[in-house]
């Protein structure tokens, strides 16, 4: 069973920045598309960010996190890390980790069908 850890929540001003860690304990890591989705307290489950597998050549973000967050990874150490600048208040929510259901994928939001226990992220204003 695949374990995702995600670490690196708390609370941050608006306008300031967090990052946000996942390690996986997928042997075949790299061959699997990694992704970040985030549910804000009411609201469903919706995906921010996707990286494709391998060598990453793929970036997927939904429209509000453009330009705002980046989404990386480290094959050798199975993380992923979403880098968070520009926070807004809106984008507090509990942050989950996230790997696709089959090898080789390009990290789009379908993908994805496995989750992490998730790191709360709160914005103040």
């Known amino acids: 069973q695949v374990q995702l850890v995600e670490t690196g929540g708390g609370l941050v001003q608006a306008g300031g920045s967090l990052r946000l860690s996942c390690t996986a304990s997928?042997?075949?890591?790299?061959?699997?598309?990694m992704g970040w989705f985030r549910q804000a307290p009411g609201k469903e489950r919706e995906f921010v960010a996707g990286?494709?597998?391998?060598?990453?050549?793929?970036?997927n973000y939904r429209d509000s996190v453009k330009g705002r967050f980046t989404i990386s990874r480290d094959n050798a150490n199975k993380t992923v890390t979403l880098q968070m600048d520009s926070r807004k208040p809106e984008g507090t929510a509990v942050y989950y980790c996230?790997?696709?259901?089959?090898?080789?994928?390009?990290?789009?939001?379908?993908?994805?069908?496995?989750w992490g226990q998730g790191t709360q992220v709160t914005v103040s204003s």
């Open positions: 996230a790997d696709a259901r089959v090898q080789y994928g390009l990290g789009f939001a379908r993908e994805f069908g496995a």
């Open positions: 997928i042997s075949t890591f790299s061959t699997y598309a």
């Open positions: 990286i494709s597998w391998g060598r990453a050549l793929g970036k």
